[in-house]
T-cell receptor
């Protein structure tokens, strides 16, 4: 079945350093979503990418969708302590139903001040 | 606009018991999905309801069931609880069943 792999599992950075998490699918995706979950919190939607090669920015966060629509990345520039949390990607092969969303296991980011 | 509300937030049960969790979606959202989150398995899809119909179901045993009411509120039930059912159960709503998911705070279930 469809799998969404996310690496690394953990990342420890010094405040001000950059951070990148990668998401890879075994199949071509219709779209990919990214979520952030703060410690003790619930996942919060960050963005959805739909087009091949799409790049979107939100302040210090840059999201990319691969040309083949099988991989994606989230890059944070100059991390801050408020960036702490687990970042999940979620890929959909068919769209049309939330049941088709497959979540990666997440990358847990810790930021040392 | 109020967010997704889940009750209860925390509960402790013993093996063999059953549990019912409740979810009130954001007003106007017709799709409700349920997820189980554990440290080992991550976020796993349980089922999705849209306009009172189960539209999709994940790979969980029949002990896990759910339903949606005409006001879009949803409940999930787990019967004959096992230790491995200890998890954070998250409900998420969306307007049409596609796109952004709005998650609730979750119900943390501990099975002893």
């Amino acid at each position: 079945g469809q799998q969404v792999m996310q690496i690394p599992q953990y990342q420890h950075v010094q405040e001000g350093e950059d951070f990148t998490t990668y998401c890879n699918s075994s199949t071509t995706l219709s779209n990919i979503q990214w979520y952030k979950q703060r410690p003790g919190g619930h996942p919060v939607f960050l963005i959805q990418l739909v087009k091949s090669g799409e790049v979107k920015k939100q302040k210090r966060l840059t999201f990319q969708f691969g040309e083949a629509k099988k991989n994606s990345s989230l890059h944070i520039t100059a991390t801050q302590t408020t960036d702490v949390g687990t970042y999940f990607c979620a890929g959909s092969r068919y769209g049309g139903s939330q049941g088709n969303l497959i979540f990666g296991k997440g990358t847990k980011l810790s930021v040392k001040p | 606009k109020a967010g997704v509300t889940q009750t209860p937030r925390y509960l402790i049960k013993t093996r063999g018991q059953q549990v019912t969790l409740s979810c009130s979606p954001i007003s106007g959202h017709r799709s409700v999905s349920w997820y189980q989150q554990t440290p080992g398995q991550g976020l796993q899809f349980l089922f999705e309801y849209f306009s009172e119909t189960q539209r999709n179901k994940g790979n969980f045993p029949g002990r896990f069931s759910g339903r949606q009411f005409s006001n879009s509120r949803s409940e999930m039930n787990v019967s004959t609880l096992e230790l491995g059912d200890s998890a954070l159960y998250l409900c998420a709503s969306s307007p049409r069943g596609t796109g952004e998911l709005f998650f609730g705070e979750g119900s943390r279930l501990t099975v002893l």
